[in-house]
């Protein structure tokens, strides 16, 4: 996360239990402490409460910022109060929101910001309670003033802990990505986690001969834009909103990230065929496969959880697509009991996974992963995949992908899926490979890294069937 202008203001009139700050620390008292979602908790709590646009901003960053660093701040609060487990969790939640932006993100005032904390506290607590809370954050930043000399705190230590509580990934994490990767990439791969999540944009199809003119719109509107490396069409978003853009408006530009993107090139759909995205929701894949095979071609979109069936259906009505869509309520797993037998020509398998390659879009969910979740999401994968194969025709192509950078839901399901179905061969993604070296596998698949392209951790594994 990077700093915001908005850090540097001083406290408004608005109501202490209205403030930025009071609304991050019970934010983040749920999400840490309640296994709250992030995503869910910001987006209720900018609903139902009036702020302005750099207030929204600004409390945005300090909940996912908090979230992203909170191992690193929670070791260094340990260090200087005694008995730690015995201190309120709301208490806590202010501690970690208070250093995050002292240390993360341009400073306002020292004293500025123990004042404001110690009035929340009070506020919310006692007298006491504001005493311990000034206390604690004075002798924290005298201490320990900057980021540097907090991460100095951490040098010592045995190499797992240090990569643990220095970039703020569990400790399980760090030793199974120093199995899979060795120390150099677990290094690079748990700096990334930390970086600020890309949001990129992709430009229709119906609207790529207008792409020049559509870009220099968006900049005319105030952001910034930088083609991606790993899609065509495609643009990292460096500053501003494109959900208020006349483009995004008119349906010439979806927000996808490029990753997630490059599954759906994988398949490469074309003009007049049946498709299949099996796992659909939300439904920034659907919308690519359907501008593909239009106008006399049709993608079935389904997915399993009924109350994500407004999203796609949201998603095709503004991209203008739903002539060629169906939506319908799904289960992955019984593909042959709902299609008959060489029903489609591409099928996509954009399975349910772990999220491990999300662990910097949704910072939450790397405290709460465990590697027992693997498992249990291997064999749903390994159900879904041997089930497709029969309703894809022959000459059809399957792809099948992943938000995860796991060996057990990425090789291990692909390995097997080839044991099974010696009709399916492994084929290249066309197209884009010579950027992709580094992500090509000795399978043949790709599986892309969070700090390859600034992008989320993803897998493609694309296959044909024997004619």
């Known amino acids: 996360m990077s700093a915001t202008n908005s850090a540097t203001k001083q406290p408004n009139n608005r109501p202490l239990k209205e403030s930025v700050r009071w609304l991050a620390m019970e934010s983040v008292q749920r999400i840490l402490f309640k296994e709250a979602f992030i995503h869910e908790t910001v987006s209720d709590v900018l609903t139902t409460h009036s702020l302005s646009e750099a207030d929204r901003k600004l409390l945005t960053e300090l909940i996912y910022g908090t979230v992203q660093h909170y191992l690193t701040i929670d070791a260094l609060l340990r260090q200087h109060v005694k008995r730690a487990n015995r201190v309120k969790k709301w208490l806590w939640a202010l501690l970690l929101v208070s250093l995050y932006q002292h240390y993360y993100l341009s400073q306002i005032p020292d004293y500025a910001l123990v004042d404001e904390a110690v009035r929340i506290t009070k506020k919310r607590g006692n007298q006491s309670l ?236 790397k405290y709460h992963k465990s590697l027992q979740d693997l498992t249990s999401l291997q064999a749903i994968q390994k159900d879904i995949l041997n089930d497709a194969v029969s309703v894809l025709k022959p000459g059809g192509v399957l792809v099948y992908s992943t938000c995860t950078i796991t060996n057990e839901e990425n090789q291990a399901v692909v390995e097997q899926l080839l044991d099974n179905h010696p009709e399916l061969m492994i084929t290249s993604i066309s197209g884009r490979q010579q950027l992709l070296d580094q992500a090509q596998t000795s399978q043949g698949t790709i599986e892309i890294l969070p700090d390859m392209f600034q992008s989320d951790g993803f897998f493609i594994a694309r296959f044909e069937k024997e004619n």
């Open 130 to 365: 504001s005493r311990f809370t000034n206390g604690v954050l004075r002798n924290v930043l005298r201490e320990v003033p900057n980021l540097d000399a907090l991460y100095q705190q951490f040098q010592s230590l045995p190499w797992e802990e240090r990569i643990s509580q220095q970039y703020s990934l569990p400790k399980v994490w760090v030793t199974y990505f120093n199995q899979r990767f060795g120390k150099e990439r677990t290094e690079k791969l748990a700096q990334s986690f930390n970086q600020r999540a890309s949001m990129t944009i992709r430009i229709s199809d119906h609207a790529i001969d207008r792409e020049t003119e559509i870009v220099g719109a968006l900049t005319a509107e105030g952001l910034n834009v930088e083609a991606s490396s790993i899609t065509p069409h495609a643009y990292q978003v460096t500053n501003g909103t494109p959900v208020h853009t006349q483009a995004f408006k008119n349906g010439e530009l979806t927000i996808q990230d490029a990753s997630a993107q490059l599954a759906a090139v994988a398949l490469d759909a074309q003009p007049g065929d049946k498709v299949l995205d099996a796992c659909a929701a939300p439904g920034g894949k659907t919308v690519q496969l359907a501008e593909k095979v239009a106008p006399n071609g049709h993608v079935i979109s389904q997915d399993i959880q009924e109350n994500k069936l407004n999203k796609i259906n949201d998603n095709i009505d503004r991209m203008n697509v739903a002539k060629q869509v169906t939506v319908k309520v799904g289960d992955a797993t019984k593909l042959s009991q709902t299609y008959a037998k060489e029903t489609f020509d591409r099928i996509l398998i954009d399975a349910p996974c772990s999220g491990v390659g999300l662990f910097r879009r949704k910072p939450d969910t």
